[in-house]
């Protein structure tokens, strides 16, 4: 056991997809030079593509924070009304955000693990009439809960209100509609479905959205919404760009479109059903059962064992690297990763170190529990794909709702029954 390889498990950074990191070494480029503005040009056009939008699609050098922080100085002022939908730490930094700059905001809270209804955000809109925006996550990164976007946009909708929607981690996880369901901003970033490293975010920006920037106070200079528009429409970003990070995910983008969006996110909700499969078979407990998200599940730890515990296992044991809980759940849950660049092989080794380190720890575990769900899943997938019968469930209003997502503890047996019938 003298060669340990490092495998990034973990929600954010993923594992990078093998052309865009090659795509890197030919950054020896200067962006003010027509051969960079083809390229640049192609991946936003790409981007737009991908996300399936027509809204403008900016890119940033930032973290998927700086589109955050950008999405509220350029399109509020101070003292406008905001709903913040807080059921994590990622919900929090919404709230954080939204206070830096001024705002009235309204904080929904949920606990973590669950998630803010729909119900509530109409209740608070009906409340607040002067609402100039709601922000919410798409999936909360912290406790691997997925908020019901659609349901909320709806609402918004109806309003003078924008929706601002932090899919960071959500998009290519879970469907999400930006033009059909009326999501007005759409935050996302490198690291994640994207498959390579940070360093990068993109917004959608919708009409209605422009036209509440129109009128916003708020002070702002490197993230200037309306500047980064003109300059990307000339096929240059406003500032010096990561030019290695365009290279890399121009070639991810051409790997997007070629398994198809809908493909990438079946991926990950078959991946995050599977986990919940094994990990219930090995008699553990499913952090927010009741909202599972496709982008990461979160499992907690056994009664009396810090979460830490398993962290640490993976990475001195196999080098693998998985994820603690973050917030007031530290020390109480890990967290596993589905998104962009993961396999089922991936998550047969995963599983399987999980259950050599439950035993070093002396957690009773039969070797072998959560792998065989994980085999009988994918072998009922694989002959479901190759008779050509739906890869999700179709029990809408039964339990499992319609997608792979939807899958509850202890449900799975249903799932695959609808898959197999």
Known sequence: MHIRKQRLLTPGPTPLYPPALHAMMASDIHHRTEDFRKVYKQALTDLKDVMGTSNDVLCFAASGTGAMDAAVSNLFSRGDQVIVCSAGKFGERWAEIAKAYGLD??????????????????????????????????????????????????????????????????????????????????????????????????????????????????????????????SADAGESSWTPATSLILALGEALKYVKHIGIGNLVENAQQLACATRRAVSALGLELFAAEHPGSAVTAVRAPKGMDSGVIVKGFRTQFGSIITNGQGSMKGQIFRIAHLGYFDFTDLFGLIAGLELILHANKIPVKFGTGVAALQEFYAAAQEASAAGRPSSCSRAG???GTGWSQCRTGRCAEVLEAVTA
């Open 105 to 230: 905001a309204k904080v929904l809270t949920s606990e973590y693990g669950s998630v803010v209804s729909p119900e509530r955000v109409a209740a608070a809109l009906n409340e607040q009439t002067r609402t100039r925006g709601v922000f919410l996550q798409a999936c909360e990164t912290s406790t691997g809960a997925e908020h019901d976007v659609k349901a909320i946009a709806g609402l918004v909708a109806k309003t003078d209100a924008i929706l601002v929607v932090d899919a960071i981690t959500g998009f290519g996880t879970m469907p999400l509609e930006i033009d059909a369901w009326g999501l007005d901003v759409v935050v996302t970033g490198s690291q994640k479905s994207f498959m390579i490293p940070p360093g990068l975010a993109f917004m959608s920006v919708s009409p209605k959205a422009w036209a509440h920037g129109a009128t916003s106070d708020l002070p702002h200079y490197y993230f200037n919404l309306k500047k980064e528009k003109k």
């Open 398 to 400: 039964q339990g499992c």
